[in-house]
């Protein structure tokens, strides 16, 4: 199962997760969210991960030329905002996770041509105003409807050591996305923290 540690801030700690195993560090491109940080810091973030680790940059409604600048540094461009498919195609889908903030059913039908594609989708919790960061657990019930449909498909949403036994005992993703709840302060990771989140992860063993 693939383990993302999003909203990394510092060189140092994602050099040291990605040591732990994470096979994701997320970073957040978006100005408004109190983990941002700008290309520069990316690019030192990005040198610091061993090469099992891939890159994440998470945008929220960019635009397509700060996009493609991103994919120079980005392993992986995580669309977080209310882009629309006809612009996402644009870009590698290999290369791509895009993200729905889970409130109701009705969405699985926003979902078909990505799952159509095989594109990864990370599903998060609603939130008005929130562009994930909200540290609430996500709609369990209407999550397992959308896995019933599609596999490819990473949970995020108030994930940390206090509930992903119970989460991956109902659940079975393709990966699993945390940060909030691993955090000191935003941006900050508690690194033994996230040692465990990822050490459950990795030998958790489902009993069917």
Same mark, same amino acid.
């Given at each position: ?16 997760? =990605? ?101 990864? @989708? ?19 019930? @209407? ?59 990795? =030998? ?5």
């Amino acid at each position: 199962m693939i383990v993302k540690i999003c909203g990394i801030t510092l060189p140092q700690q994602a050099k040291e997760i =990605s040591e732990l195993g994470a096979d994701y560090i997320g970073t957040i491109f978006y100005q408004k969210s109190p983990r941002y940080v700008d290309l520069d810091k990316i690019k030192e973030i990005k040198q610091s991960l061993n090469r099992n680790t891939k890159l994440v940059v998470v945008v929220v409604n960019e635009d397509e030329k700060t996009v493609e600048k991103l994919f120079d540094t980005a392993d992986v461009i995580q669309f977080h905002g209310d882009e629309e498919y006809s612009f996402i195609k644009n870009f590698p889908k290999e290369r791509v996770i895009k993200v729905f903030r889970l409130k109701e059913e009705s969405q699985i039908k926003q979902m078909e041509e990505y799952m159509k594609d095989n594109y990864c @989708l990370l599903l998060d919790t609603y939130k008005e105003g929130m562009y994930g960061g909200t540290g609430e657990i996500i709609d369990l019930q @209407l999550l397992k409807k959308v896995l019933k449909l599609y596999d490819k498909i990473i949970v995020s949403g108030g994930l940390g050591l206090d509930n992903i036994k119970d989460v991956l005992s109902q659940i079975k993703p393709y990966g699993v996305d945390a940060s909030s709840k691993l955090e000191i302060k935003p941006g900050i990771k508690d690194i033994n923290k996230v040692k465990q989140f990822i050490e459950i992860v990795k =030998s958790y063993e489902p009993n069917n």
